[in-house]
């Protein structure tokens, strides 16, 4: 991995694989390429933070909500859905963004549900913001971006009845 690509590169592919060993269960030995200084994502986020890499600590923190939401840990999922957001420059246009906005529409939804007018002014503000965008993706990209409007929509209308 890290000979193939560069020592920062493979951070964000890493990212990437433990995301997917996460959702599919499979365990694929990430970090022996890093060598002793990385063992996980824990190790990954230091990394991130003593560097100020704030790219690839949203990318962590997206993974994390990603996988607590499956987890149904909403919480949790929560917190890291903060934690991303409030990135310097989390906006920029990325995969890991789009799976940001997407599950945390869902994921503010269900807490809304969940927890009905408790739920705080920024989880609000964040809903009405990833709401919109998957709108103006489905708007611009239907063929990708239908299905994940149609869904929302239906979890909007029963969310907020």
Known sequence: LVAKHSQLSSKYLAVDGILLMELTGKNIDIFSAFGATTCGLDDLLTEAESSNDFRLLHDIHTCKMIVAYWRGDYMSARKFLHLAISCPGSNMPRILGIYRDFFGALLT???????????????????????????????????????????LQAEYSFSMG
């Open 109 to 151: 939804l269900h807490l809304h549900r969940q927890l009905g007018d408790k739920t705080d002014e920024r989880l609000k503000h964040a809903r009405e913001m990833m709401y919109e965008k998957v709108e103006k993706w489905a708007e611009n990209a239907p063929d990708v971006f239908d299905n994940k409007w149609l869904l």
